[in-house]
């Protein structure tokens, strides 16, 4: 196996040389460069990723620490931000916690023994033993935090409030008056936010909130597969309904087409988030939009300016999010039935 003193030899410079060529530390001329790298080629010589980042104190690798990639919208931000560090010329490692403490002390412990340059933290609820594992390392990180704040944290605003507020709002426009609301857990901020904004758009308008028409759960289709199902069982059917989510939404189409009805002939719905299958749903979602990608790219490049200034103490810092109503076929206007 060729070694650094290989290549020297055969480019006829030092080994400083051919070191500050591969790592780019130092200015060397254009022909020089060029020996160098065609003694790399002739040799097949690998310089050793852990001698380099050694030497130069970086390892061109960014940790991401996420809930579970197996929901889609997490999932959407995942390759956002795998894609952006890949133009930055970082490679990323993944790490999912379910949310539990053992496993994002693991996770911390991996990430920091392999010397990554920075943490990005996105889960969508933190405890306050997670948090302050977090605040415990030295490595530059951004912990994005959806919930309330600790002060030390950075924070994501997405208006969930008013996107839940806008989904219902457009049922309502479309002459809905019955309409049930699947919600998520309403202990996580996100999915109260999105609650509430649908308690203000049915109360402003005085319509009647059934209790039987409001279900929390999960984020999964499941979960909109069986609520919707407990729905249908109901002797009074709602003519819409809001899913916290486009996972629960595609559970409830399931179920609705399974008992013979159709959306939105039959009932209509709304979903959040937009993910990206939502538009291949039959029929395509209606769904409020929240960009994944912006905010994945906000993040890494929040995290890229920690690490240039080489430390972790720093202010932290707000990305601001407002939802959009993407309008497709799975709401039936009422007002002008056919």
Not at 83 to 92: I, V
Not at 229 to 249: G, Y
Not at 253 to 272: H, Q
């Amino acid at each position: 196996m060729a070694t650094i003193k290989d290549v020297a030899k055969l480019a006829g410079v030092s080994t400083t040389t051919v070191s500050h060529v591969i790592n780019k530390t130092r200015f060397v001329s254009e022909d020089t460069v060029q020996s160098v790298w065609d003694a790399v080629a002739a040799l097949n010589y690998s310089p050793s990723a852990v001698a380099r980042s050694l030497k130069i104190n970086t390892t061109k690798s960014i940790g991401m620490i996420i809930t579970t990639n197996e929901a889609p919208y997490f999932a959407e931000i995942v390759l956002a931000v795998e894609e952006y560090c890949y133009q930055k010329g970082y490679s990323l490692f993944l790490c999912n916690t379910q949310n539990q403490v053992e496993k994002i002390q693991n996770h911390l412990d991996m990430l920091v023994a392999k010397r990554v340059d920075g943490i990005l933290v996105m889960c969508s609820e933190y405890s306050e033993s997670s948090l302050s594992l977090f605040n415990g390392t030295n490595t530059p990180m951004v912990v994005m935090d959806w919930g309330p704040n600790d002060g030390k944290s950075d924070r994501i605003i997405d208006h969930s409030f008013e996107g839940g507020y806008m989904a219902t709002r457009y049922l309502i426009e479309n002459g809905h008056r019955d309409i049930a609301v699947i919600a998520g857990n309403l202990f996580k901020t996100i999915s109260k936010n999105r609650f509430e904004g649908f308690v203000k758009a049915m109360t402003e308008s005085g319509l009647l909130i059934r209790d039987e028409w409001i279900h929390e759960t999960d984020f999964e289709p499941e979960a909109g597969y069986e609520i919707m199902n407990r729905l249908l069982k109901q002797e009074k059917l709602p003519t819409a309904v809001v899913c916290a989510c486009d996972t629960i939404a595609l559970g409830a189409i399931s179920a609705i087409t399974e008992k013979g009805l159709s959306v939105p002939e039959d009932i209509s719905l709304v979903g959040y988030d937009n993910i990206h299958n939502s538009r291949f749903y039959a029929p395509p979602l209606t769904t409020i939009h929240q960009s994944k990608t912006r905010l994945g790219h906000m993040a890494l490049d929040l995290l890229l300016e920690r690490i240039s200034n080489n430390k972790q103490a720093h202010e932290p810092k707000t990305l601001e999010f407002y939802p959009e109503l993407v309008i497709r076929h799975s709401v039936r206007n009422l007002n002008h039935p056919d």
